[in-house]
């Protein structure tokens, strides 16, 4: 049976748009690619890109406070929103269109609509109009989710964040994870008044505990005014901003509710029902390691598969679809020893188990230090920066690798390849220090803090 395309990816994102480009520009696939709103998807239009670039505009009046106690004449400073909104705005159209231009120069057949699945060979464009396809990619990755409290209308969710008039005078942030952790430093470097409300008994869940309560007590002392053990129970609008009525019986004013408690897959009304396409529990479509589905003709990648949700897993995943079947090199990519990085303020970056998920596996060494680094000791700035290690007793290989600590996500970068080469602790040891860095505690640490 002839084809309309050999490949019709739904969604330009990370995932959808890397499986497209491998597919047609290196191993000839005739691709179509429906995208329902910008190129580039989560990552680059409301997602990590906008987010880093508010992370390096909110990191300034540290800069500035910095330089005067350095001895520099720093003058008056003010923020602009609006200048900055701007810049970034020309920027995330810039990348959208290299997005698009990648495509096209792979050869790639853009459809900027919605596109819903007919059957197991078939989509459906907005228009009405029809293709079939040999294979079919679900790329559609995912979206904020906002409990259903009373007022749960006032509050904006991180898609919003990019596009505010002004900058709010009071933000609350409500969520725990990263994204609410990374928001609530934004706007706190901005100048906003920032609390944090999160039900949980610690922000960050799933990462290292210690590295969690260091990263917390940094942005406690930053200004962020965080509160665990606490969630909303309804927003009402004011004549002044939006009262929060919180579990704890507080009443407060904002000017701004974000809410960033988590995010769900985007499969409603995709035509998947009836499909035979295996939907998990927390929505996300079951793919097997080479993201095939239930239907052997339908496939999906990214946060929509909900394996680990970050860019650079839905680009390795969609590339490792593209060349298992279209390049006859079966390719599974491999979820274990994922790094990733916070941008709170310290970052946080991690890879591997943490000390609490590593001791319930096997008998484990820790080695780990807290100390003033030396551009901020200087100047008698209290902060600390934080290096952990977890390593197995038995094999000695360097189970986990946790930084809290300004730029830890490049750090961490490198400490993954070693970690995932399998470096034991002694490794570690036999490497020669960098100094003076804050990262040569990484190789000097020689005892450890417990035995477990
Ligand atoms: P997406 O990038 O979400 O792309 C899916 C695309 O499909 C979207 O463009 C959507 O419009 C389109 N679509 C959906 N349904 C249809 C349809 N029926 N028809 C046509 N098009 C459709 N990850 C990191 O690694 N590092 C970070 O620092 C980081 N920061 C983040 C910050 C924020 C605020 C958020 C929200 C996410 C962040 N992430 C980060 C996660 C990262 O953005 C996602 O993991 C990544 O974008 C997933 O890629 P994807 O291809 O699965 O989906």
């Known amino acids: 049976m002839a084809f309309d395309y050999d490949l019709f990816v739904i969604g330009g994102g990370s995932g959808g748009v890397r499986a497209a480009r491998i597919a047609s520009g290196e191993w000839g696939a005739k691709v179509g690619l429906a995208e329902e709103s910008r190129m580039g998807g989560t990552c680059v239009i409301r997602g990590c890109v906008p987010k880093k670039l508010m992370v390096f505009a909110s990191g300034f009046p540290g800069i500035f406070e910095e330089a005067r106690a350095y001895g520099w004449e720093v003058g008056a400073t003010r923020f602009d929103w609006t200048a900055f909104r701007t810049r970034l705005e020309s920027e995330l159209n810039r990348l959208e269109e290299a997005y698009r231009n990648t495509l096209k120069t792979a050869g790639v057949t ?192 990214g946060d929509v598969t909900g394996r680990i949700n970050l ?43 943490s000390e609490e998920a590593a001791r319930e596996q096997e008998p484990i060494e820790v080695y780990a230090t807290a100390f003033r680094p030396m551009k901020t000791a200087f100047i008698g700035k209290p902060d600390r920066v934080m290096m952990k290690l977890i390593v197995s007793k038995a094999t000695r290989k360097v189970l986990g690798c946790h930084i809290v600590a300004p730029e830890a996500g490049e750090m961490i970068q490198l400490a993954a390849i070693a970690i995932r080469m399998g470096a034991t602790k002694e490794d570690f040891d036999r490497t020669c220090a960098v100094h003076p860095t804050m990262s040569e505690e990484l190789v000097t640490m020689r005892k450890p803090v417990r035995t477990i």
């Not at 749960?152 to 898609?159: C, D, G, I, K, R």
């Not at 969520?175 to 960050?204: D, H, K, P, T």
């Not at 396409?277 to 990648?301: H, L, M, N, W, Y």
């Open 110 to 301: 853009i459809h900027d609509t919605r596109a819903t699945l007919v059957d197991a060979h078939r989509v459906r464009l907005a228009s009405g109009e029809e293709f079939s396809a040999k294979h079919i990619l679900i790329a559609t990755g995912g979206r904020p989710f906002v409990p259903d409290i009373p007022g749960a209308e006032l509050a904006v969710t991180s898609n919003e964040m990019f596009h505010l008039e002004s900058l709010p005078k009071r933000a609350l942030v409500v969520g725990g994870g990263y994204i609410a952790s990374e928001f609530a430093c934004i706007l706190n470097g901005m100048g906003v008044e920032v609390s944090q409300y999160y039900r949980g008994a610690q922000i960050l869940r799933g990462f290292d505990d210690e590295a969690r309560g260091h990263v917390a007590n940094a942005m406690q002392a930053s200004g962020v005014d965080i509160h665990c053990g606490t969630d909303l129970m309804r927003l009402e609008k004011t004549e002044g901003g939006i009262r929060a009525v919180a579990t704890d019986g507080s009443e407060r004013e904002f000017d701004l509710v974000m809410y960033a408690t988590g995010r769900r897959p985007n499969v409603e009304n995709l035509g998947l029902d009836g499909l035979g396409v295996e939907i998990g529990r927390k929505g996300q479509i079951v793919v097997d390691r080479f993201s095939q589905t239930a239907v052997p003709s339908i496939f999906a990648v």
């Open 311 to 353: 860019t650079p897993v839905a680009i390795r995943e969609g590339h490792a679809f593209a060349d298992t079947v279209f390049g006859s090199k079966p390719t599974a990519f491999d979820h274990e020893l994922v790094a990733s990085a916070v941008f709170t303020q310290p970052e946080l970056g991690s890879i591997g188990l």
